[in-house]
């Protein structure tokens, strides 16, 4: 009754039945509703990647065609739908169609193109809906292994390949007397002592134990000029501390990948080339498996004055003996590897030395030692050359004065002598 008597009045307001529409009556809309749903709906599976295209792609109610859809560089057809389905849908492999791939930091990218490419209707020339490209895309994180190929009995993962191409990081600071921050100057008095850690930041790589193998201070970077003094030789003896020195590695040492030790500081003597007694200081530093127990080619040993030995961060002291003897040589390869559990042989022989950097050279500088004078201090400047120079600068004070008064008393006699005074005679 209610719908009746609204067509009634509809048809007494507006004079005919053609100007009122049902739904506006009935659902008080001026327009029918909108799906909420997206038009193409991607599905990234293990190995596929499902397309699901709504017909009314544009959202104007003007369906499009299966035929005139295509995925990928090389085009392909959707699969097979009947005229009634609302949707058209493509599935397809990862690697197929064309489909690209890049590499990010944490994850697999794959991409390809949805093509609407619309075509006349039998003898029409026109048309109602328009070309447009649709970018597709499936992110895959690089912890795991996704893939359409079959997989081989000989493939290797793919986040193993990462992990074995890593590099490693080594570095050589300056650090505070209580080891707990980088040192911020590098200036230094005689008479201190300079802190140093050598580090190598392994990431995702086994954990490894680092060696400082060799140590030399040079007056410029170049490792190979002269002047220059050993402070770490012979595969990590820190002879440096043979001589009126304290220098030491600190033992226990906090982390296997970290190596501390200090340097009592210095400064070549006679290096004209070197007036601001300026130092650098390079380290070889390199790395063995932490499971590996240290031998005389790895090794950190220290000179103790007190009981006149060597002594080890760790380890036996027997590696330490060849300290004296100076001559730390090569141990026997296939010896060392006798001796290894029959699984640290097998991954030993199948590393490739290429994809990681297990040695290298770090140098830290310039460290600028300064002398201790009484007062003074700037470097290489005596109480007798401070003297010198102060009674220097007195004397050519006092001349400087004498010269200034002479000039002085001339200029106030001149205007004097130059000009007459004369005096107003009386009027008697």
Not at 119 to 148: F, K
Not at 162 to 190: A, N
Not at 324 to 348: A, E, M, V
Request: charged share 20%; net charge neutral; glycine share 6%.
């Amino acid at each position: 009754m209610e719908l009746s008597y609204g067509l009634f009045i509809c048809f007494l307001l507006w004079g005919g039945m053609q100007l009122c529409h049902p739904l506006l009556l009935v659902q008080g809309e001026a327009h029918p509703p909108v799906s909420s749903a997206p038009p193409v709906l991607v599905q990234c599976l293990e190995a596929q990647l499902v397309v699901t295209v709504s017909k009314d792609l544009f959202g104007t109610g003007k369906l499009i065609r299966s035929a005139d859809l295509t995925l990928g560089k090389e085009s392909c057809r959707p699969l097979a739908s009947n005229d009634t389905d609302d949707v058209i849908r493509f599935k397809v492999g990862l690697h197929e169609c064309g489909n690209e791939v890049q590499m990010t930091d944490d994850a697999l990218v794959y991409s390809t193109l949805l093509l609407h490419n619309p075509h006349p209707v039998g003898n029409l020339s026109i048309l109602r809906t328009n070309y447009a490209e649709v970018p597709i895309e499936c992110h895959y994180p690089r912890q795991g292994n996704v893939s359409s190929w079959p997989v081989l009995p000989t493939w290797v993962p793919f986040r193993t390949t990462v992990s074995s191409e890593e590099k490693l990081v080594f570095s050589l600071h300056l650090m505070e007397k209580d080891w707990s921050t980088q040192k911020r100057s590098p200036i230094f008095q005689l008479g201190e002592t300079a802190h140093l850690q050598a580090e190598v930041h392994t990431g995702s790589h086994r954990p490894l134990r680092l060696f400082v193998d060799h140590c030399v201070a040079t007056g410029t970077p170049d490792r190979d000029s002269s002047p220059h003094h050993s402070i770490v030789d012979f595969h990590g003896c820190l002879v440096d501390g043979l001589s009126d020195a304290s220098s030491a590695f600190r033992s226990p040492r906090p982390r296997p990948d970290t190596l501390q030790f200090t340097v009592d500081v210095f400064h070549f003597a006679n290096d004209t080339r070197n007036s601001r007694n300026m130092i650098y200081i390079t380290c070889h530093l390199k790395v063995t498996p932490a499971d590996q127990a240290p031998d005389p080619r790895n090794k950190a040993c220290s000179f103790s004055k007190s009981s006149n030995s060597w002594s080890p961060v760790e380890g036996t002291v027997d590696i330490c003996g060849c300290c004296n003897k100076g001559d730390c040589g090569i141990l026997d390869h296939s010896r060392r590897l006798s001796s290894l559990p029959t699984s640290q042989r097998q991954k030993s022989a199948s590393r490739n030395p290429r994809h990681v950097t297990e040695e290298v050279d770090v140098t830290v500088g310039p460290l600028v030692f300064l002398g201790k004078s009484a007062g003074h201090g700037t470097p290489g400047w005596t109480s007798s050359s401070h003297t010198s120079v102060a009674l220097g600068l007195g004397l050519a004070m006092l001349v400087a004065l004498t010269l200034a008064a002479v000039v002085l008393g001339l200029a106030r006699r001149r205007p004097a002598a130059s000009h007459a005074v004369v005096c107003p005679e009386s009027s008697s």
